[in-house]
């Protein structure tokens, strides 16, 4: 397919100011550009008195006409934020809302563009996939990790992947990320996932800086594209593990190097029917516009656009002057949680032995030798009713987010018992 003129110019600014970036994009990236098409005609003219660009139906002054059962329940809300299109890129007050709370995370967000919304955290990753991720390439990521790359990476982008395992004794493997890349030749994409699903485990700030390390050395010769799965940044229970973002020691590394952080609110603002993730750019700013510009060519295509009602509501929840106590509140639940299971998985058993945890909202069981977790999990399900989910063939997940604390032993008890009756 030839390449529209419109795209031409985006990869040939992109050649200019960032020849990495662009070597490193995708086929369909390169193809990719927001056109000059409604919505960008619709901003132009959003200041004109009469407006016959959109098809949003308005009383012609530019306001909504709810229907009445939404108008009730809504009626609080501004109607235009409630009820009308979102920007394609998302709207610029969740941006900047969401930009400030990186900010004041760490510094070395001022330098990052404020990325684009999308429609939540999994569509921000599957984004990033569709820009950098060529169809065939090999994914790179620690042996424990969220089923759904396998479809975003695997089925919809054809790729392969390289699993190393995640712990070296009781930290993450840092020698086992670098023997992966040493073993690829070529470009390269690592997944990254802290604090992770499944494992909970979130690195010291001594890996945080020696994966970088790895990463950054990795990029000397060849595109190293990062994929920072952050969606459930802050959930950390020890003094010991992190809680920054992998993805601010990753910037300004080497041109090489190409880190893209997906995050949102689904599990930090415990707002998960929202739908509202982001995907932000550690590249140069005049790279990062052409990357948001590519981006709302995805999210035209596909979702259409972010959701708008959604993006308003955490917009107030982030600027709230309660929400940073909120959060801490939300974490101190949690970690009440996380406690009991740790005490209550840590106590001695033939059964399984427990993944080094201190985050999140799950923990990993190894079972012991001869137990196949899928027949466990069924027995609990119909003997004891408990659901738990299983990771291959040894490991059960439990998710101790969604459990109140009086049912943290009972859940280890009868996991115990099913084991012991196997
Ligand atoms: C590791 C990880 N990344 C991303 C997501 C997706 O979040 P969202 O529901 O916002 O798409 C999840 C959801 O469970 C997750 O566990």
């Known amino acids: 397919m030839k390449l529209h003129p419109e795209a031409q110019d985006r990869n040939a600014r992109l050649a200019a100011t960032a020849p990495q970036v662009l ?15 409604i919505p960008f005609q619709a901003g132009q003219a959003a200041g ?4 016959a660009t959109i098809g949003q139906i308005t009383d012609g002054e530019g306001n909504p006409l709810p229907l009445a059962k939404l108008g009730e329940l809504l009626g609080h809300l501004p109607a235009k934020d409630a009820f009308l299109y979102s920007p394609i890129g998302g709207r610029m007050r969740a941006k900047e809302a ?15 563009g404020l990325g684009v919304v999308s429609a939540g955290i999994c569509h921000a990753i599957s984004m990033a996939a569709e820009l950098f991720f060529h169809p065939g390439d090999t994914l790179i990521l620690p042996d424990l990790y969220w089923d759904n790359y ?31 890349l040493d073993a690829q030749p070529g470009r390269a994409h690592v997944l990254l996932n802290f604090p992770s699903n499944p494992s909970g485990y979130s690195p010291t700030p001594a890996e945080l800086e020696a994966i970088a390390g790895v990463l950054t050395e990795a990029a000397a010769e060849r595109s190293v594209v990062v994929y920072c799965d952050d969606a459930y940044h802050g959930l950390v229970f020890e003094e010991v593990a992190s809680s920054k973002s992998l993805f601010f020691s990753l910037l300004g590394k080497h041109p090489n190097l190409i880190p893209l952080k997906c995050d949102g ?5 415990s707002f998960f029917g929202s739908r509202v993730g982001f ?44 929400h940073d106590a909120e959060f801490e509140r939300l974490r101190g639940i949690l970690e009440g949680r996380y406690r009991l299971l740790k005490a ?23 079972l012991r030798e001869g137990l196949d977790a899928e027949a466990v999990r069924q027995r609990l399900i119909t003997e004891e ?17 969604s459990l109140k604390d009086e049912a943290i032993v009972p859940l280890v008890d009868a996991i115990e018992r099913v084991c012991g009756k196997m």
Request: charge should be neutral.
């Open 150 to 180: 396998e479809q975003i990476f695997g089925i919809r982008l054809e790729g392969d992947f390289v699993r190393f395992p995640f712990y070296e004794g009781s930290g993450f493997n840092v020698a086992g990320l670098k023997a992966a």
């Open 265 to 269: 609110v689904t599990k930090e603002l």
């Open 48 to 51: 004109c008195a009469i407006n």
């Open 279 to 322: 995907l932000t750019f550690g590249v140069a700013k005049d790279a990062e516009a052409i990357l948001v510009d590519k981006s709302m060519s995805l999210i035209r295509s596909g979702v259409g656009s972010p959701v708008g009602l959604s993006q308003y509501l955490i917009e107030e929840e982030l600027l709230d002057p309660r």
């Open 98 to 112: 969401w930009h400030a709370k990186l900010l004041k995370e760490d510094p070395r967000m001022e330098g990052v």
């Open 385 to 401: 009713r408990v659901g738990v989910v299983n990771h291959g063939p040894r490991c059960l997940r439990l998710a101790f987010c």
């Open 344 to 366: 209550a998985v840590s106590r001695p058993t033939p059964q399984w032995t427990v993944f080094p945890f201190n985050a999140g909202c799950f923990c990993l069981l190894e």
């Open 23 to 37: 070597e490193a994009l995708s086929p369909l990236a390169r193809r990719a550009f927001f056109p000059k098409g």
